[in-house]
């Protein structure tokens, strides 16, 4: 499954395996994290390695987009000092954006939000295209996360290249408040890796 979620490569921006990869060599022994619905699912399923029971929170049956970033919260207040990172999509982090200022009113001090941003609501994107069908709907205007993030009052961190990612990641994990990170991902990749891990 591993070897099947790292064949997507990347042309432009990060690859989305690659984010995962780098948040997990990045991130503390006994880290939490939450997964939103949505393409970049993928990849952190089937790279991500939870330590022990409850060490990744998905809402796996209901397919829920948005629920990464409060299920975070949630975790950070049950758990103030373990280290929670969010992995959700750009269209599920709109979904609940307010929801950042709940996190720095709630005083999150350990958690971390990865924004796979490109975009577009991918996943559907690349189901209409097996399909065969015309890709109608599914991309919007660029949004710049980190300064949204900012506007909350979190720390936002922006990542265009591979390169950045192990800086920002360092420097996110180890703030004392809410961080998001707002990675420019290929989405291009997401098509053969859903090719590759579920036929």
């Given at each position: 499954?591993?070897?099947?979620a790292?064949?997507?490569?990347?042309?432009?921006?990060?690859?989305?395996?690659?984010?995962?990869e780098?948040?997990?060599?990045?991130?503390?022994?006994?880290a939490?994290?939450t997964v939103?619905?949505?393409?970049?699912?993928?990849?952190?399923t089937?790279?991500?390695?939870?330590?022990e029971p409850r060490?990744?929170?998905?809402?796996?049956?209901l397919?829920t987009m948005?629920?990464?970033l409060?299920?975070?919260?949630?975790?950070?207040?049950?758990e103030?000092?373990?280290?929670v990172?969010?992995?959700?999509?750009?269209?599920?982090?709109m979904?609940?954006?307010?929801?950042?200022?709940?996190?720095?009113?709630a005083?999150c001090?350990?958690l971390?939000?990865?924004?796979?941003?490109?975009s577009?609501?991918?996943?559907?994107?690349?189901?209409?295209r097996?399909r065969?069908l015309?890709?109608?709907?599914?991309?919007?205007?660029?949004?710049?996360?980190a300064?949204?993030?900012?506007?909350f009052?979190?720390?936002?961190?922006r990542?265009?290249?591979?390169g950045e990612?192990?800086g920002?990641?360092?420097?996110?994990?180890?703030s004392?408040?809410?961080?998001?990170?707002?990675?420019?991902?290929d989405?291009?990749?997401?098509?053969?890796?859903?090719?590759?891990l579920?036929?």
């Amino acid at each position: 499954m591993r070897a099947a979620a790292r064949c997507g490569g990347s042309t432009e921006g990060v690859a989305p395996e690659a984010l995962v990869e780098a948040v997990a060599v990045a991130a503390p022994k006994g880290a939490r994290i939450t997964v939103d619905a949505g393409a970049h699912m993928l990849p952190v399923t089937a790279l991500w390695q939870a330590e022990e029971p409850r060490g990744a929170l998905i809402s796996r049956g209901l397919a829920t987009m948005g629920s990464a970033l409060p299920a975070a919260i949630a975790a950070c207040l049950a758990e103030p000092d373990r280290p929670v990172v969010a992995f959700t999509g750009d269209g599920g982090l709109m979904m609940c954006l307010a929801e950042l200022a709940t996190a720095v009113q709630a005083g999150c001090r350990n958690l971390v939000v990865v924004v796979f941003n490109d975009s577009s609501m991918s996943m559907i994107e690349v189901k209409q295209r097996r399909r065969q069908l015309p890709p109608r709907g599914m991309d919007y205007a660029p949004t710049d996360f980190a300064t949204v993030a900012r506007g909350f009052d979190c720390m936002g961190i922006r990542v265009e290249v591979p390169g950045e990612l192990p800086g920002a990641l360092q420097k996110a994990l180890s703030s004392e408040r809410p961080v998001v990170v707002d990675v420019a991902v290929d989405r291009h990749a997401y098509h053969p890796m859903l090719r590759a891990l579920r036929g």
